[in-house]
Nanobody
Framework: QVRLVESGGGLVQAGGPLRLSCAASGRTLTSYAMGWFRQAPGKEREFVAAIADGGNTYYRDSVKGRFTISGDHAKNTLYLQMNSLKPEDTAVYYC?????????????????WGQGTQVTVSS
């Protein structure tokens, strides 16, 4: 099991940038993929982006071209660079890791989750 701790959330004006970080510890060598999910009040958790062990990346259509997922293996840290933020991006963002191969866009199959970090985009 991997321990995940998110950071970097906060309040930002629409159009601005923000970078989220996810520090991983524990069984990091067993992770096949890591991803970012988000959840707004009254809505279900949704996929944002993921990066597989081989380096392939996946994004939901609404963030494609604005968000970039990356990782620093030496630091055991996952990042989500968010640019051109919109009010509809407001949500709690969660970092997740999975130890099995599958559909990386689905929350099912991810084994470890962080506590989340709040991102609020003002208009």
């Amino acid at each position: 099991q991997v321990r995940l701790v998110e950071s970097g959330g906060g309040l930002v004006q629409a159009g601005g940038p923000l970078r989220l970080s996810c520090a991983a510890s524990g069984r990091t060598l067993t992770s096949y993929a890591m991803g970012w999910f988000r959840q707004a009040p009254g809505k279900e958790r949704e996929f944002v982006a993921a990066i597989a062990d081989g380096g392939n990346t996946y994004y939901r259509d609404s963030v494609k071209g604005r968000f970039t997922i990356s990782g620093d293996h030496a630091k055991n840290t996952l990042y989500l660079q968010m640019n051109s933020l919109k009010p509809e991006d407001t949500a709690v963002y969660y970092c997740a890791a999975r130890t099995s191969v599958g559909n990386f866009r689905l929350s099912a199959g991810y084994d470890s989750w962080g506590q989340g970090t709040q991102v609020t985009v003002s208009s």
